[in-house]
């Protein structure tokens, strides 16, 4: 294989300086702030080296990369009963779709659109309070990437309660089908701190990590989560990572991933590294333009994929 240090100076070189950038979220209106000439990428292999290239110290807001743990959480928490909340299926609509909630009676798709992920939350905040459940995703974060200094962006968190229509929506309608067990303004609070929370793509791509190794510390060979919980969460982002395009990134890229709207996406190569991409510029359905192409660059160079085993 070539020399990973090569293949991400190369492709941030390429995709950091290309003209067509994808537009920045604007829903979101801090998210509309973020310079979209940014790009980072960052490689972990299974054994802890890094390769980093581009702008991949700088934090962004992870947005729905957030979801990936919160799901770990709560999977290890609740086990088969949370999937009697939520399906395993993609939604082949919108992140934010509001008619197939109705459709499939206030139970959402899957976990990673935010129907789900408000379902999710509200699994991971009944029995404790908002201040803990937010602690509580905040830490695994801190653990699985191994750096206390991760931390939640107020300022994106209060941007987007403010301008939160659609997710107070969605959240209200499950709760109106008795599929939340908290007020939705409460259970919301805690989705959009985690949506808020800020990591480097050096950063997510050390938290990744334990999804390479089966859900084991790569540090300690303890395990963060069961093996069985790993692969699950790696099937969830290959089939529904990057929502009515998640067809088109097992495609093009052929690893399980997951994007969030700040540009950033998370991707698992299961065995061989985790990897983390950032550019804030997103395509039509709401997946950052550039990270996504520079993935499947970063896919055929290194010759990984999950739908064979022969290496470049
Ligand atoms: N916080 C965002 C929202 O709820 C997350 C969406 C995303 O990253 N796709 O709209």
């Not at 743990?69 to 934010?96: H, K, Y």
């Not at 190569?269 to 993935?295: V, Y």
Request: hydrophobic share 40%; with cysteine.
């Amino acid at each position: 294989m070539e020399d990973l240090q090569t293949i991400v100076n190369d492709i941030a070189k390429k995709y950091g300086s290309k003209d067509e950038r994808g537009t920045v979220a604007d829903y979101i209106p801090q998210l509309a702030c973020v310079d979209p000439n940014q790009f980072g990428i960052s490689i972990v292999t299974s054994e802890g080296q890094e390769y980093s290239a581009g702008d991949a110290e700088v934090p962004f807001s992870i947005q729905s990369i957030s979801k990936v743990f919160a799901l770990t959480l709560a999977l290890q928490q609740e086990g088969a009963e949370l999937w009697e909340r939520v399906g395993r299926e993609p939604s082949g609509d919108p992140f934010n779709s509001i008619v197939q909630l109705e459709h499939d009676h206030g139970v959402p798709r899957n976990p990673f659109i935010n129907a789900g992920a408000i379902v999710v939350t509200d699994v991971l905040l009944t029995g404790s309070t908002s201040v803990e459940a937010n602690a509580r995703l905040l830490n695994f974060l801190r653990m699985v990437s191994e750096d206390e200094n991760i931390d939640i962006d107020l300022a994106v968190a209060e941007s987007e309660t403010e301008h939160g229509y659609r997710n107070f929506a969605l959240a209200n309608f499950i709760r109106a089908y008795g599929n939340l067990n908290n007020e939705p303004a409460d259970t919301l609070d805690v989705y959009f701190k985690n949506c808020s929370i800020a990591m480097s793509c050096q950063q997510l791509a050390h938290a990744g990590r334990f999804l390479v190794l089966d859900g084991q510390n790569g540090l300690t060979g303890d395990a963060i989560t069961s093996s069985r919980t790993a692969r699950r969460v790696n099937a969830m982002m290959l089939t529904c990572g990057h929502y009515d395009g998640s067809g088109e990134f097992a495609y093009r890229v052929g690893l399980p991933g997951k994007s969030g709207v700040g540009g950033g996406i998370l991707c698992v190569a299961p065995g061989f590294a985790s990897i983390a991409c950032w550019s804030p510029g997103l395509n039509a359905i709401g997946n950052s333009h550039l990270a996504t192409k520079a993935l499947e660059e970063l896919a055929a160079r290194t010759g990984w994929s999950v739908f064979s085993n022969s290496i470049k």
